[in-house]
């Protein structure tokens, strides 16, 4: 991994035995700095707050305690299935829950010693499209009430644009559609990245006609939270033994 600066702040994901997470930690007063550490328990002792997609654990207490942090906020896992987690030192950052779901935890975040606030939105969408419309008019209606910086990342589990798939059928614009107006009625700005084009694979490398390759993991910010954070980047790494790709 290439050494970290402090002037910026990135995102991403990091997929560790069925768990993906977002790791961030403090340098100065007013950045946040994205890891990609190579094993989660390095990673919780180089951050501050740390959230965890497709836990699959009913209680993440144990976990949060193991990873030495101190509070958590909790969406349980639905049978064999979703399971978020956002686990914090409290020395460091101050997070009081907004409100949580199935599809995301979302909660606003301020890193001591500052004082500025953001709203962290945390999504793990849904695979079922009625689910997924859902999380769209709950997003829009979470913009309409917050007029302050939001950032709000990770796994939506749908494409924006055709130029977002490779392989398999089209796109469905309906689909697609629903999702682009949910953006553009929440004024959120996609952050882009460097790197592969695609955060996930069916795997299928050996077959190349049934190989499909999607951009579906993104990461998105207001206008006031990109001017708080201008250099804001995000990086997608080479693929490991996931079906997602890491990105910080």
């Known amino acids: 991994m290439e050494e970290t600066t402090y002037d910026h702040l990135c995102t991403g994901s990091l997929l560790l035995d069925s768990i993906r997470a977002f790791e961030f930690s403090m340098e100065n007063n007013e950045v946040l700095v994205l890891l990609c550490p190579r094993a989660l328990t390095k990673c919780a002792s180089q951050t501050t707050l740390l959230v965890l997609l497709e836990t699959k654990i009913a209680d993440d207490k144990k976990l949060t305690e193991e990873l030495h942090f101190d509070m958590l906020i909790q969406s349980p896992t639905v049978g064999l299935s979703g399971g978020i987690v956002m686990i914090w030192k409290e020395d460091c950052v101050t997070v009081d829950e907004v409100s949580t779901t199935p599809q995301g935890i979302h909660a606003m975040v301020k890193v001591l010693p500052s004082h500025t606030l953001w709203l962290f939105s945390a999504i793990y969408a ?16 979470i913009s309409k009430s917050n007029t302050g910086n939001w950032f709000i990342g990770e796994e939506f589990n749908e494409v924006v644009k055709a130029r977002d798939k490779f392989g398999g ?23 882009g990245y460097k790197g592969s084009k695609y955060t996930w694979t069916n795997k299928r490398y050996k077959n190349r006609s ?20 201008p250099d804001a980047s995000v990086n997608h790494l080479p693929k490991t033994n996931s079906n997602h790709c890491l990105y910080k």
């Open 126 to 141: 849904s695979t079922i499209l009625a689910d997924r419309k859902l999380l769209w008019d709950s997003l829009v209606t």
């Open 169 to 191: 059928n089209p796109i469905n614009l309906s689909r697609s559609n629903l999702f682009w107006n949910c953006l553009n009625e929440c004024r959120l700005v996609d952050l």
């Open 210 to 229: 049934s190989l499909i390759l999607e951009r579906i993991d993104r990461c998105f910010a207001n206008d006031c939270w990109i001017s708080q954070y």
